[in-house]
């Protein structure tokens, strides 16, 4: 038999800011939803794979929560990669044949407003402000200005992804915020890091997702073949050495250097996908993913997205859960966000935001410092 | 030593004074494959040869290679202010805020040639008096 890994179970909770939650909270509720997406009970579950960024031991907090089976669990961080991150390392021991089924869960209780990074070792005086920024907002804005550098890529046509992923937004029930915001509302936002606005800035929300992963002889066992949905391939990239990556974060190469792993490890390229969620921390981010991912040329990301390549009826429809953008970003959360979105217009039943006949999607996602997870996921 | 700088600290730890009480920022090359670093350390990230770094001045020419103008960041830091990324002639690239220059895109042009120069930190930062650090203009005669 193959060793193919499926997803037979996933659900998010609705992102959004639950002042009294708690990591291990916000988990189980996302993990009791995936059980119930699955049919099964945590007394099913072989392993447990926790991903959260801000705190320790939330794997086993969650099951004192739902259910203390005594399995093996593992608590992943991976900054904004944390959650695929979990998702892979489930599905790798169920390649290894370790376990038949595992759990993988991503939480995140977020602070509002910009991450504030801790001072250095060696610093006299906190270098951020000083010695340039090093905040999320520049570092992605230095990204999108490297592409304008390069192939002249504006404003409007950063702003125009808010403008999508926000119109996709009001077409997911779980997405932290569900309005439109035309482009002179974006362009008019407050100026938070040139060229991103606060409406081009991924929203700080608390919020959980999680997978049921299995085997293919464990699919068979429980006759869940219907709906599930077959991990096609999974690729985890760290930055490799590239010349001005320890100064200026270069995620365009870890994320070119993931896609081309997973790509060939599906035996498809870009042009056979039916739909990308993609990393768009930022606005700027979005355009250079297009390009990263093999979307679109080398220097079309901008009259790529202008051509309505990537809304929702277009070639190839990204972020059409409203992204990080509109969706919300927990951190922890995010990757696997991503993957029940996919899981779930690869089943069909993503409403009315349907990419229609969609029978194979990309997910990724970066965090910065840098790790770049890219998974392929197929109608099975 | 300029009477300007005179009896501050070193902002970052790259920030060193020469013999003279000149300051300036200090680099690492790797001796095997000539990779240049802001800042001290011990082995080569991009050839991963060990103990192979030897301590250079890095200078205080270059080109802006990029830059964004940030308008929020941490408190006591004076907005807006350009975070300029830029190639210094010697090799290494390096991060730093852009003065004596109004900061809008229009001024910026990716490739102007900047000079680095050493001032108080409180000219960034509310809480930087008393230290020096690193700073960024525009090339005179180039504009």
């Known amino acids: ?380 | 030593m300029t009477e300007t700088t005179q009896g501050l600290k070193p902002a970052t730890p790259y920030l060193k004074f020469t013999d003279a009480g000149e300051p300036f920022l200090q680099g690492f090359k790797c001796v095997h494959c000539s990779q240049t670093y802001l800042g001290q350390r011990d082995h080569c990230a991009k050839c991963a040869a060990r103990d192979c770094m030897s301590p250079m001045n890095l200078g205080t020419s270059g080109l802006l290679y990029n830059y964004t103008i940030v308008y929020r960041s941490y408190p006591g830091i004076k907005v807006p202010f350009v975070s300029a990324v830029v190639d210094l002639d010697s090799g290494c690239t390096i991060k730093g805020n852009l003065l004596d220059i109004e900061p809008s895109p229009e001024n910026l042009d990716f490739d102007m040639p900047v000079e680095v120069v050493f001032r108080g930190a409180e000219l960034s930062n509310s809480a930087g008096e008393g230290f020096i650090s690193h700073f960024f203009v525009p090339k005179k005669g180039s504009e």
Do not use: W
């Not at chain 1, 029940?340 to 229609?356: I, S």
């Open chain 1, 1 to 380: 038999m193959s060793n193919n890994v499926y997803v037979i179970g996933t659900d998010m909770i609705r992102f959004g800011r639950f002042e009294n939650a708690t990591p291990p909270g916000l988990a189980a509720q996302a993990a009791l939803l995936a059980l119930d997406d699955a049919g099964l009970s945590i007394k099913d579950i072989q392993a447990v794979y926790s991903g959260n960024c801000g705190e320790t031991m939330v794997g086993q907090r969650m099951l004192q929560l739902i259910g203390q089976t005594g399995v093996p669990v593992v608590n992943v961080t991976n900054a904004c990669a944390t959650g695929a991150t979990a998702f892979r390392e489930a599905m790798i021991a169920i390649k290894a044949g370790v376990c038949d089924i595992a759990l993988a869960v991503g939480s995140e209780k977020m602070g509002k407003g910009m991450l504030v990074r801790k001072n250095r070792a060696g610093e006299a005086i906190p270098s951020e402000g000083l010695a340039g920024s090093g905040t999320m907002p520049a570092v992605f804005s230095e990204m999108g200005m490297e592409h304008t550098r390069a192939y002249g890529t504006t404003p409007e046509q950063y702003a125009q992804v808010s403008v999508k992923n926000h119109f996709h937004s009001t077409l997911n029930p779980k997405a932290m915020y569900q309005r439109e915001t035309p482009l002179e509302d974006v362009l008019g936002a407050e100026m938070i890091a040139y060229p991103n606005t606060k409406l081009m800035c991924s929203v700080n929300v608390d919020g959980s997702a999680a997978a049921v992963l299995c085997s293919e002889r464990k699919l068979k066992e429980l006759g869940l073949t219907s709906r599930a949905v077959k991990i096609r391939a999974s690729a985890l990239a760290s930055d490799p050495f590239t010349d001005r990556n320890l100064i200026m974060p270069d995620v365009s190469t870890v994320t070119r250097n993931a896609a081309e792993a997973a790509y060939n490890e599906a035996g498809i390229e870009p042009k056979d996908l039916h739909l990308v969620e993609l990393h768009d921390c930022f606005a700027t981010a979005e355009i250079c993913h297009y390009e990263n991912l093999g979307l679109c040329n080398e220097g079309q990301g901008g009259p790529f997205l202008d051509s309505g390549a990537t809304t929702l009826g277009g070639k190839i429809p990204v972020n059409v859960s409203g992204g990080l953008l509109s969706k919300g970003h927990p951190l922890g959360a995010t990757g696997i966000a991503n993957i029940y979105e996919v899981v779930t217009h690869l089943r069909g039943e993503a409403g009315d935001r349907q990419v229609e006949g969609a029978t194979i999607g990309m997910t990724h996602v970066v965090g910065l410092g840098s790790a770049c997870a890219v998974h392929v996921l197929e109608k099975a």
